[in-house]
């Protein structure tokens, strides 16, 4: 079925797509009322311990790091429909059990546990609802425009979270109640993944949307809820072998490396810039996010609209290379408005970078692997993430010693975006001599 309209909003005319994004946008605005409890609550009950902080990132990043193909794999072996109301409707059972769990022990390492639990659980989700996601529109052409709306939805819902979250939880009402402010933004927060659930289950979906490895007579021979794990190597090994033979797979996984590169940079250098060279201090460095998630909101809105338009693999090389030489126009930045103009054409081309790659993905991969694949993208984000941004703060420290600080961040920053336009230019020659047009061509080349 050839899509009848390109608009940003036209994909809403699908009742499924219409039910996930309402489903999404409550959801990920619970998410954020969960980072403000737990902020809450670590800063009333653990005051004073930065480690208290340090815990929860690590339980956060773990599942990633230790389970993601596994997520993958689920996702593709079982009714992915299901997956999703089934770990909404966990999760919604974990978050509503927080603030007890710790009012019966006095500490927090059940609560880290939970948290643990909780991004595990959204892990599986993500890999579920990253492969449902093109079956809920008409087809191919509007893949772009159905990422471009998702990804709106959840950038202004994360917007809207953290504005509203933090006043949320603080209310006076909960107090009357007899609760902290902080365990009323658990509640809430495990009401929107039951409310979320509650839409999930609403969707009407064809059989090879849900379980499209059942195609396959080993797939059907290994579906009982007794065999889940039945094939699992086989099933890595199909994925391996697909990203093999897709050398376009390949490149796009080339480019989120790059991506991840870039936010690990900014993340470890140019925060700190912002932070103790420029003086912004938190509240500033605050504002510079802000201004950020607005760039990132405006992208969505701009690659819905036109990015058809303008072929997604150009639309991906070019957005590399302007972060690229935004990266090293911030290394000389020294003044708020400036950096600030920066951080919102960041947030911009992030945005349209991001809507891409994942449009990208939808178009290669068959729809039996895409969990596998997406599994795999999220492996790379967190791994790839929490590597360059240690190993880059870290040689910052280390050149510190020999020049100043200021110089030594300068000098990273960019280093970096001269490695990612040296990649860039590579990926260039060796697209062009594979096939005519390369990464530089349109997204019909795919």
């Known amino acids: 079925m050839k899509a009848k309209t390109s608009s940003f909003t ?9 039910i996930f994004s309402v489903a999404q946008m409550i959801s990920q605005f619970g998410d954020r009322l969960n980072n403000m409890a737990l902020l809450g609550l670590i800063g009333a009950k653990a005051a004073g311990s930065p480690f208290a902080f340090s815990q929860i990132a690590i339980f956060a990043s773990l599942p990633v790091l ?31 059990l927080i603030p007890n769990l710790f009012y019966l022990t006095g500490n ?33 052409g509007e893949y772009l425009t159905a990422n471009a709306v998702a990804n709106f939805i ?49 969707m009407v979906l064809p059989r090879m949307a849900v379980k499209p490895m059942e195609k396959s007579k080993k797939a059907r021979k290994s579906s009982g809820p007794g065999s ?15 990203i093999r033979r897709r050398a376009l797979i390949r490149l796009v996984y080339g480019a989120v490396a790059l991506t991840v590169f870039f936010m690990g940079a900014a993340y470890s250098l140019d925060i700190m810039i912002a932070q103790q ?41 070019w957005g590399l290379f302007v972060l690229a030489v935004l990266m090293g ?24 970078v991001f809507v891409v790659q994942d449009t990208l993905f939808h178009r290669m991969v068959p729809p039996s692997h895409r969990g596998r694949i997406f599994a795999v993208k999220e492996l790379l984000w967190a791994g790839g993430f929490m590597v360059s941004a240690v190993f880059l703060g870290a040689l910052g420290e280390f050149m510190k010693l020999f020049i100043s ?3 030594a961040l300068q000098s990273l920053l960019v280093a970096c975006a001269l490695a990612i336009l040296a990649s860039l230019l590579a990926s260039l020659f060796w697209g062009r001599r594979k096939r005519n047009g390369g990464i530089g061509g349109k997204s019909g080349d795919n």
């Open 10 to 18: 036209g994909v809403l005319r699908y009742r499924n797509f219409t």
């Open 329 to 352: 126009l911030s290394a000389f930045t020294v003044n708020f408005l400036l950096f600030s103009a920066l951080s919102l054409i960041a947030g911009f081309v992030l945005s349209i």
């Open 277 to 317: 060279v420029f003086r912004f201090g938190t509240k500033g460095t605050g504002v510079i996010g802000a201004i950020l998630g607005v760039g990132l909101i405006l992208g969505s809105l701009f690659v819905g609209k036109w990015g058809k338009r303008l072929g997604e693999m150009r639309l991906m090389f």
């Open 228 to 242: 889940v794990f039945t094939g699992s190597w086989d099933d890595i090994k199909s994925a391996i072998s697909l």
């Open 405 to 407: 600080y200021h110089a």
């Open 154 to 202: 959840g950038r202004f819902a994360t917007f809207l979270g953290l504005l509203l979250g933090g006043f949320i939880v603080d209310l006076h009402i909960w107090n009357d109640l007899g609760w902290d402010g902080w365990r009323a933004g658990f509640y809430l927060d495990a009401f929107t993944y039951l409310l979320s659930a509650a839409f999930l289950s609403a």
């Open 108 to 140: 927090l390492l059940l609560v880290n546990l939970a948290v643990f639990m909780i991004f595990l659980l959204g892990l599986l989700f993500n890999s579920a609802k990253m492969s449902i996601l093109p079956h809920l529109v008409g087809g191919k």
């Open 66 to 96: 230790v389970f993601g193909p596994v997520s993958g794999i689920l996702a593709d072996r079982l009714n992915r429909k299901w997956v999703l109301v089934a770990v909404d409707a966990a999760r919604t059972l974990i978050v509503f």
